[in-house]
């Protein structure tokens, strides 16, 4: 079982920046790839972006070049450095882990951007 405790959402005005924090604890043998997704009103649950042990990333072609993620392998953390937010990024950010089989998520933190 991996628990997964995601901060530093909120409201910001377009052009702005967030950081969201993903803190996991638990099986650490599941933290193969940490990352993050997201889900705006009415629709689905979309990558934003991942990293794996190893340090390979995966973004979503929407975020390149603007998000940015990164992990503490050492404090079981990921980190997700949002900049140059859209309207269009207003959604609901998980965080979600993957090993061993199993993909594990977290409650989520609302990030709004809005002028």
């Known amino acids: 079982q991996v628990q997964l405790v995601e901060s530093g959402g909120g409201l910001v005005q377009p052009g702005g920046s967030l950081r969201l924090s993903c803190v996991a604890s638990g099986n650490r043998f599941s933290l193969v790839y940490m990352g993050w997704f997201r889900q705006a009103p009415g629709k689905e649950r979309e990558l934003v972006a991942e990293a794996s042990y190893g340090g390979n990333v995966n973004y979503a072609d929407s975020v390149k070049a603007r998000f940015t993620i990164s992990r503490d392998i050492a404090k079981d953390t990921a980190y997700l450095q949002m900049n140059s937010l859209k309207p269009e990024d207003t959604a609901v950010y998980y965080c979600?882990?993957?090993?061993?089989?199993?993909?594990?998520w977290g409650n989520g933190t609302l990030v709004t951007v809005s002028s």
């Open positions: 979600t882990v993957y090993g061993s089989g199993a993909r594990y």
